[in-house]
């Protein structure tokens, strides 16, 4: 199973980024796809997830309203749609799997992470 997530870079504040998470070896719609992040510092937290159909979605307070997370099954990608990017929104941000049916926001819960993009957003 390999996870392969893109798209991050440097950007100034209230600017956007879209995140990709391309996933190979495994059956894609069978699974819940999280995106996590880690700032320098930090503890690893939960940013946005999307049940199998793509039908439920859930989002972290910190970035509700500026984030949009969607999948697209017959491309085995899930994307992350990041607008008015903060300086506190800079940190490495991962895709996860998970099994469950549901919307899943603790770690615990994921099995497979991909390696990370970094996100840069200055002032």
């Known amino acids: 199973v390999q996870l392969q997530a893109s798209g991050g870079g440097v950007v100034q504040a209230r600017e956007s980024l879209r995140l990709s998470c391309a996933a190979s070896?495994?059956?894609?719609?069978?699974?819940?796809i999280g995106w996590f992040r880690q700032a320098p510092g930090k503890e690893r937290e939960f940013v946005a997830t999307?049940?199998?159909?793509?039908?439920?979605?859930v989002y972290a307070d910190s970035v509700k309203g500026r984030f949009t997370i969607s999948r697209d099954n017959a491309k085995s990608t899930a994307y992350l749609q990041m607008n008015s990017l903060k300086p506190d929104d800079t940190a490495i941000y991962y895709c996860?799997?998970?099994?469950?049916?549901?919307?899943?926001?603790?770690?615990?819960?994921?099995?497979?992470w991909g390696q990370g993009t970094l996100v840069t957003v200055s002032s």
């Open positions: 996860a799997t998970s099994d469950s049916f549901l919307a899943v926001r603790v770690n615990s819960a994921y099995n497979y």
């Open positions: 070896g495994l059956t894609f719609r069978w699974y819940t």
């Open positions: 999307v049940v199998r159909s793509g039908g439920n979605t």
